[in-house]
């Protein structure tokens, strides 16, 4: 799912190409994409685009007569910069918006289609759309200290709810906890000031280092290579491959369709933490340490 990073790209991208634009047409691919009624999505043709903004993971795009669209990509929607009037792509193009100059079309990957676009008027509805979370750029340490420690929860949890902290997801929180030094499955109200402020610091150098790479990559260009798994990263999506910092092997925990990969060496002290479905296979015979497990490896392979 495009994060806090990528989808400040996609706004400084789009900001240079739609704002002050007239959006002419909306064309839809699939009717379920738009999940409002009221006002109609004609309502938003015709009119001039006057800014966008970043709500958690949304994007909205905000026109004349106070409307706004909100797209949510969740995790396989993309935004594509295209000629004027081209076609929407096979089964996964879901709309299009007609500009004079291009044409910005939404497509998402797979089977589910989980995308959405809302067409709302007024602040008070678009806010509805807002998580709350807190823009970890625009607080301090003492901000970040209290909504990361109102409630008990482990560090993975915490970071990607978006009620606490907004545009943080699964990819960037990996990579913020490492960067940290901090398990995955440590518990907020049971961290030191000084973990915490580690973890404030590396949150915000994460998001920022990421968005001042995304960048560089972008350029003057329109942003195609949205992914949650960047060779760079550190451990997000290396799961068996070396840590960059230690060279141990990247760990994960898997989760529905989800898995957080740490480095026990750098995060956990050595610690395998337990993967659910394998732990409950293994039981007692679960490796404990990364020794432990390179053991087991060793005597399965013989």
């Known amino acids: 799912m495009p994060e806090l990073p990528d989808v400040t790209i ?8 739609i704002v002050g634009a007239t959006l002419q047409k909306v064309r839809l691919g699939n009717p379920f994409l738009l999940r409002t009624v009221t006002p109609p999505v004609s309502a938003a043709e015709g009119k001039q685009v006057l800014g966008l903004k970043r709500l958690g993971k949304r994007i909205a795009i905000g026109l004349q007569d106070d409307l706004w669209l909100v797209i949510h990509l969740m995790i396989a929607g993309r935004l ?71 409630t008990n929860h482990t560090l993975k949890r915490a970071l990607t709810d978006p009620r606490k902290f907004s545009g943080i997801g699964n990819a960037y929180s990996d990579e913020i906890l490492h960067r940290a030094r901090l398990s995955p499955v ?28 995304l960048k560089a990559e972008t350029g003057d260009g329109f942003p195609e290579k949205v992914t949650a798994f960047r060779p760079d990263m550190a451990v997000h999506g290396r799961y068996g491959e070396q840590c960059p910092d230690c060279g141990t092997p990247v760990q994960r925990i898997r989760y529905a369709s989800n898995e957080t990969n740490y480095c ?39």
Not at 266 to 288: E, N, V
């Open 10 to 17: 996609y706004i400084e991208a789009l900001e240079k190409r």
């Open 80 to 150: 594509h910069w295209q000629k004027p009037d081209a076609g929407l792509p096979g089964k996964r193009g879901l709309a299009a918006f007609d500009f004079a100059d291009g044409t910005l079309i939404l497509t998402e990957a797979g089977s589910k289609k989980r995308a959405s676009l809302h067409v709302v008027q007024g602040d008070s509805d678009l806010a509805a759309h807002d998580p709350g979370g807190l823009e970890i750029f625009e607080i301090d340490r003492a901000a970040f200290e209290q909504a990361l420690t109102d």
């Open 186 to 213: 440590a518990m907020t109200q049971k961290l030191s000031a000084e973990e915490i402020g580690r973890l404030y610091d590396a949150t915000r150098a994460t998001l920022e280092n990421w968005i001042a790479a």
């Open 264 to 302: 026990p060496v750098c995060q956990t002290g050595g610690k395998l933490l337990a993967d659910r479905a394998l732990s409950r296979l293994l039981k007692k015979d679960w490796p404990r340490t990364i020794e432990e497990l390179e053991e087991l490896k060793r005597s399965t392979r013989g």
